[in-house]
């Protein structure tokens, strides 16, 4: 009931594509979905952020696309660069269980020059 | 650009032994969590800690943890008896205030148990 599912596990996008990144959860009281960007050695740093109240929420090369009766999100890299390859995780918050964020599995993103 | 910050960067220690890894959150937040991400797998919760106590906790969390704002600034993690599964890394957040949901991560702590 806590998890959020993420996928692809990996994605190999060529420089200028369009990256994908899907997250799924059955935790109707998930009120808030982040998107964390985490390079190797470092600690993971907030991208972009939904509320369920909006279905899509855009910040320059990074849409977070929001499915609320599909209970799905998804992040979109327009304009894919060498620079965003890093792992990505969703994560999500429940509103009846304090502010701990549960997060996804991590998606590993390699944009080839 | 204010930032989470952590020290040490990378701690060793023999199983059995105590350890303190430290955080200074961004300086006026108030809520504060501690999160741990084992290698090559995802982040999980330990812990938040609000007003001076601790408002929430995962199961990870046991009786060989405990937290601690020692002083205005700072905000530490003991793991009183390491075993070898607490090898990983720990990172420290913080956010602003209840109603403010974005949390801000340090760089983390690579903990190796021996």
């Known amino acids: 009931q806590q998890q959020v599912k993420q996928s692809p596990q990996s994605l190999i996008v060529q420089k200028g594509g369009i990256s994908i990144i899907n997250c799924a959860y059955e935790?109707?009281?998930?009120?808030?979905f982040p998107w964390y960007q985490q390079f190797p050695g470092k600690g993971p740093a907030l991208l972009i952020a939904i509320r369920p109240d909006v279905s899509e929420k855009k910040e320059g090369r990074f849409t977070i696309s929001f499915n609320k009766s599909a209970k799905q999100f998804s992040l979109h890299i327009m304009d894919s660069q060498p620079g965003d390859s890093a792992t990505y995780f969703c994560?999500?918050?429940?509103?009846?269980?304090?502010?701990?964020?549960?997060f996804g599995e991590g998606t590993q993103l390699t944009v080839n020059p | 650009e204010p930032e989470v910050t952590q020290t040490p960067s990378h701690q060793v220690t023999q199983m059995g032994q105590e350890v303190i890894l430290r955080c200074v959150p961004i300086s006026n937040h108030l809520y504060f969590y501690w999160y741990r991400q084992i290698l090559g797998q995802k982040v999980e919760f330990l812990v938040s800690?609000?007003?001076?106590?601790?408002?929430?906790k995962s199961e990870i969390f046991d009786d060989q943890f405990s937290v601690e704002r020692p002083d205005g600034s700072n905000f530490t993690l003991k793991i009183r008896s390491t075993k070898l599964e607490d090898s990983a890394m720990y990172f420290c957040?913080?956010?602003?205030?209840?109603?403010?949901?974005?949390?801000?991560f340090g760089p983390g702590t690579r903990l190796t148990v021996t």
């Open positions: 994560a999500a918050k429940d509103e009846t269980s304090g502010s701990r964020l549960t």
């Open positions: 957040a913080s956010s602003k205030d209840r109603g403010t949901y974005e949390q801000y």
């Open positions: 800690f609000y007003n001076n106590e601790i408002s929430e």
């Open positions: 935790n109707t009281a998930f009120d808030y």
